[in-house]
């Protein structure tokens, strides 16, 4: 299941990508990320990190691996274990008065109800995914903008 959210936030691409490529950031504007930390020295593609997601009502370790790695334009990840398969990226692109920032996840099922779930409702969760990517990236957009610029 695929959904995108798009925003634009008042700061120069290096600023938003000095943020967003701390994957140790990911906890302050990502809902149910907690404790994420590297793994090992590696930075790019193939550096790994792990912490805590919950949703669903539960809390599970996740393992994340950087999979895509273009400073101040694109950044993605895939999780490698945790409680459902993913992937995301995040673009960034300047415009007159700062950056636009997309989000996009690809969210597979974590079982039989889910892949059903999808199945009969992916309109409305592609929605509810969107909505809630929508909401991250207003955290994101809120922190980049408060001053001074956040590490």
């Avoid at 960034?92 to 059903?116: C, H, K, M, Q, Y």
């Amino acid at each position: 299941m695929r959904a995108t959210a798009a925003i634009e936030v008042d700061r120069p691409s290096e600023d938003v990508w000095a943020y967003v490529a701390n994957v140790e950031n990911m906890d302050e504007w990502v809902v149910g990320s907690s404790d994420t930390r590297r793994v090992g020295d590696e930075v790019g593609v193939g550096a790994r990190y792990e912490g805590q997601y919950s949703y669903g009502g539960r809390t599970s370790p996740m393992v994340y691996e950087v999979t895509d790695y273009d400073p101040e334009r694109r950044y993605g990840v895939r999780s490698v274990e945790g409680p459902f398969p993913f992937e995301g990226e995040l673009t960034l692109a300047e415009t007159p008065t700062g950056t636009r920032v997309t989000n996009t996840i690809d969210a597979g099922s974590d079982g039989r109800t889910t892949t059903v779930l999808f199945t009969l409702f992916g309109p409305l969760m592609r929605r509810m995914m969107a909505r809630r990517l929508r909401a991250e990236l207003e955290t994101l957009r809120d922190r980049l903008e408060a001053d001074p610029v956040p590490a």
